[in-house]
């Protein structure tokens, strides 16, 4: 038997079933028209951006890299609750554009980013975050010739780490951001072209669950900033801090103490050195914000035993669930929170396997897990879907097609 991780609170059963939003699974399924479906709750997000802002000191804004789930609706709805939005591409820029997201709070991160999209970006008002000399460069030509001033801040590539973080962006060589010592030539020179200085992104890992790593890098962050200011000669009109808050997947995981973090924060803003002391401060979070928020619903279609073992085995998978089937990014793999959807208030009663529908051995959902009796037509639910699950996952592989997606 393989433990799986912890139901994220604010799940509970409405006549046996599994509510989501306070509406049974089966109601979500019908108003979708088809399995499998990702459902994603309003209220979810509501509050945990609530909470997550009466952790954090106020000064200090909230942005939202769309990466993590860029369905509109979730977009359109988490415009009214965050203060920016992160993109990653030209096609992420058009889906923040889409959702109404006033330009000036966007910011466009990643490495690669062609011409194409500095130009679109440029022209919409959105700040840059630039990845590389070379990247400068191209981005002051290309404003040059369309006559606009860009807005322009550094991507540094720090020499510390988020420890204990799933996915490390920082420390040593990386294809991400400018290192250190680079960075105050390169700011130089945006800064003698006249166009819009917007100061510095340091983005450092992701998926960590140690409040204490957490400060300490935050800690660094704002040194490591505050010296940069300074060798530059010019203040920083903006610091994103990054962000790095995860969520707990696994059996053992315990949630990030967010309340430690803010307290922490706040200590540090108290006594900021002189040239931070203007600065817009923010923390650009993912999978924090979304990622509970979502459930993966899933029918079962077929259920079998092989050399005493039982099958049940979806019409879902690792199309759209890569990361619960264990095959993005991890060594190990080990169970998400998976339930019975249709009986969520019932007792475990047998050790099953919940497979996907594709024909790869790779395809699993939940392995040896202790569920409650379930049947062909029966409703399985993958917790912890709200990120990296439609959009990070190979949906046209074998022909299967994307998922149904849909906000209540
Ligand atoms: C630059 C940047 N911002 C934000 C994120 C979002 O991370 P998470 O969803 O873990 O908060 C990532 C993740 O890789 C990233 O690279």
Redesign the pocket.
């Given at each position: 038997m393989k433990p799986l991780g912890p139901i994220p609170a604010g799940y509970g059963a409405v006549g046996g079933e599994l509510a989501i939003g306070g509406r049974p699974a089966s109601e979500l399924v019908a108003e979708s028209g088809r399995t499998p479906v990702f459902v994603y709750s309003r209220q979810h997000l509501d509050e945990r951006i609530a909470q997550l802002r009466a952790a954090l000191p106020n000064r200090v804004g909230i942005n939202y890299?769309i990466?993590?789930n860029s369905f509109a609706p979730v977009l359109h709805h988490m415009a009214g609750l965050v203060d920016g939005f992160?993109i990653?591409s030209g096609g992420e820029l058009a889906m923040a554009q889409a959702a109404g997201l006033d330009p000036a709070r966007i910011s466009f991160?990643?490495p690669g980013k062609r011409d194409e999209e500095l130009e679109a970006a440029i022209s919409a008002g959105v700040t840059l975050?630039c990845e590389s000399g070379g990247e400068v460069d191209r981005a002051l030509a290309i404003a040059e010739r369309l006559g606009l001033t860009p807005r322009m801040a550094l991507?540094v590539n720090p020499s510390f780490e988020l420890r204990g973080?799933?996915?490390k962006?920082g420390g040593g060589a990386k294809p991400?951001g400018i290192d250190e010592a680079q960075v105050p030539g390169i700011a130089r020179k945006i800064l003698e072209a006249a166009a819009d200085w917007r100061g510095l992104?340091i983005?450092t890992?992701?998926?960590a669950l140690s409040a204490d790593a957490i400060i300490e890098t935050q800690g660094n962050v704002l040194d490591l900033a505050s010296r940069l200011a300074a060798e530059i000669g010019a203040s920083l009109p903006k610091l994103n801090m990054?962000?790095?808050?995860?969520i707990p997947y696994f059996h053992g995981d315990e949630p990030l103490d967010v309340a430690a973090i803010g307290s922490a924060l706040g200590q540090r803003l108290r006594d900021l050195p002189e040239n931070l002391r203007q600065t817009e401060l923010c923390v650009?979070?993912?999978?924090?914000?979304?990622?509970e928020a979502g459930v993966y619903l899933t029918r079962i279609v077929d259920r079998k035993v092989s050399h005493g073992t039982t099958y049940l085995v979806t019409d879902g998978g690792l199309h759209h669930q890569l990361a619960a089937s264990g095959n993005f990014g991890t060594v190990v793999r080990r169970n998400y929170p998976v339930a019975i959807a249709s009986h969520f208030d019932a007792e475990p009663a047998e050790e099953v396997y919940v497979v996907g529908c594709l024909c790869t051995p790779l395809d699993r959902l939940a392995d040896g897990a202790m569920l409650p009796r379930a049947e062909v037509g029966d409703l399985v639910a993958v917790f912890c879907a709200g990120?990296?699950g439609a959009n990070a996952s190979p949906s046209a592989f074998l022909g299967q097609g994307p998922a149904a997606e849909m906000l209540v």
């Open positions: 890299a990466k993590a992160d990653a991160a990643g975050n991507r973080s799933g996915m962006m991400f992104h983005f890992g992701s998926q990054g962000g790095g808050f995860g650009e979070l993912g999978r924090y914000l979304v990622g990120a990296y």
